[in-house]
Structure formats: C-alpha cells, structure tokens
C-alpha cells in the first residue's frame, strides 16, 4: 500500500479522535480542555502551546467532519468533504525535520490553531488513502456492541474488528476457527 509512515500516524491520530465521540455504547471522551490536552500528549502532535475552550469546540468539529468521510457513500462524497476540510483548514505543506524526527511534511500553516493542524494533516493522510485506492480501509468495527472506527491495514483488507481487547480477543477466536477449519479442508 502506497502509505508512508506519516499518513500512517495521521491516520492513526484521525481513528482516535474518531473513537473519543459518542456512539450509544460509549460515552464522549473530549468533554473538556484535559481530556484534549491528553489526546494531543498521546498524539505526540507539535507545536500546540495554550489550549481554551475555542479549540475543543473546534476539534469536536474536526471530529464530525472525520467522521462524515468515514461515513460518506463513495470516493466522490468523501473527496468533497476532504476538500472542503483541508481547504477551510488553511493548508500550507511544509518541510520540517523538527526534534530530531527525519524529513516530513506538515500541511498545517505555521502556528495553525489544534483543529487547523488535525484538519489539515488528517484530511491529507485521508486524501492520500483515497489517492492510493485504499478509501475502504476505513472501516468501523463489526462487532454488534462496538463501532469503533479503525483502518484495515491487513494484507488482503480482511479485518472486520477493531483492536479494542474485547474486540481484538474475538478477531483472535475468528482466526483460529478459520485456521482450524483449514486444516480440517486439507485434511485427505
Ligand atoms: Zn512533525
Ligand atoms: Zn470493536
């Protein structure tokens, strides 16, 4: 798959902010200023100095707008929200190889505000998946009790699970069956 290592990390930064949103399982998780903070500490995301209330409003915004690509019907409907997202989010690629991190680029401007810089480098690494072919790795989990949002990176695009420990126990218990059943096919 044509996805560097970047737009894997964007990616990644996109699922979790997906997964803090609520869903009739699971509660909201970006309530409040903190539990921002936490996610751009866990998203190792640079250059964020001061946080308010403006910027949770804004990234829970970010938020539904990741998750209408997630949920748009075709490759048409998404490219049009990446576009309309990474172009409200006042995109300007960048070189950097700032603290010590090899060459990337950055498509969020110089001191763009939180929601900006995940708008931008998530809606780049989002465009990129759709460039490359890959747009239905986008998945949500099967399970019937978790919709998780996670990106299929298997091989043959085969994974219906998140990797929650409930979730990821099941995908575990899935490929043992089907391995089971396998070598019972073979058997002569
Ligand atoms: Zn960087
Ligand atoms: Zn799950």
């Known amino acids: 798959m044509l996805i560097n290592h970047d737009t894997r990390c964007a990616l990644d930064c996109v699922v979790?902010?997906?997964?803090?949103?609520?869903?009739?399982?699971?509660?909201?998780?970006?309530?409040?200023?903190?539990?921002?903070?936490?996610?751009?500490?866990?998203?190792?995301?640079?250059?964020?100095?001061?946080?308010?209330?403006?910027?949770?409003?804004?990234?829970?915004?970010?938020?539904?707008?990741?998750?209408?690509?997630?949920?748009?019907?075709?490759?048409r409907g998404a490219a049009e929200l990446v576009n309309t997202l990474v172009a409200s989010a006042g995109t300007t690629p960048q070189l950097t190889d700032h603290d010590g991190y090899d060459w990337h680029i950055h498509y969020f401007a110089p001191g763009a505000s939180v929601a900006d810089h995940l708008a931008a480098d998530g809606g780049m690494a989002l465009a990129f998946l759709l460039v490359a072919g890959e747009l239905e790795r986008l998945r949500r989990c099967a399970a019937p009790d978790c919709h998780r949002a996670f990106i299929d990176l298997s091989r043959n695009r085969s994974r219906?699970?998140?990797?929650?420990?409930?979730?990821?126990?099941?995908?575990?218990v899935a490929a043992y069956r089907a391995r089971q059943r396998e070598s019972a096919e073979n058997r002569p």
């Open 16 to 75: 979790d902010l997906l997964n803090t949103a609520p869903d009739e399982h699971t509660p909201d998780t970006l309530t409040d200023v903190d539990a921002l903070r936490a996610f751009i500490v866990r998203n190792t995301i640079s250059g964020v100095d001061a946080l308010d209330e403006t910027d949770l409003a804004a990234v829970r915004n970010v938020r539904e707008r990741f998750g209408e690509v997630f949920a748009a019907p075709d490759e």
């Open 160 to 172: 219906r699970y998140c990797d929650s420990r409930t979730c990821g126990n099941r995908l575990h």
